[in-house]
């Protein structure tokens, strides 16, 4: 199994950009799409970006398009989704995640999770 550490994650204004990191470790020898995922509070946890193993193929959810950005880099084991034209909304925690398919967008489709990381957006 992969173990997951994200970092990254602090308070921001509204308008500004944030590079979150996912550090892989374990199995990581094995071909696995990475995925990010966010969860407000009181709201169920949502896809936000994900990346095929060889990051040839990425997805966005629709209400990040075009403002997020997900990369990874398989020699250092590294995922990043670099976040801009922040806006309130877009405060939670953010998850990063390892699984079989990036065109998956639901959370069961991910085996492998971070702790998570704290996005906070002010107004």
């Known amino acids: 199994q992969v173990q997951l550490e994200e970092s990254g994650g602090e308070l921001v204004q509204a308008g500004g950009s944030l590079r979150l990191s996912c550090a892989a470790s374990?199995?990581?020898?094995?071909?696995?799409?990475m995925a990010w995922f966010r969860q407000a509070p009181g709201k169920d946890r949502e896809f936000v970006a994900s990346?095929?193993?060889?990051?040839?193929?990425?997805y966005y959810a629709d209400i990040v398009k075009g403002r997020f950005t997900i990369s990874r880099d398989n020699a250092r084991n590294t995922a990043v989704l670099q976040m801009s034209s922040l806006k309130p909304e877009d405060t939670a925690v953010y998850y990063c995640?390892?699984?079989?398919?990036?065109?998956?967008?639901?959370?069961?489709?991910?085996?492998?999770w971070g702790q998570g990381t704290q996005v906070t957006v002010s107004s």
């Open positions: 995640a390892a699984g079989q398919w990036a065109s998956s967008t639901t959370t069961g489709a991910y085996d492998s």
């Open positions: 990346i095929s193993w060889n990051g040839g193929s990425t």
């Open positions: 374990g199995r990581t020898s094995i071909g696995f799409a």
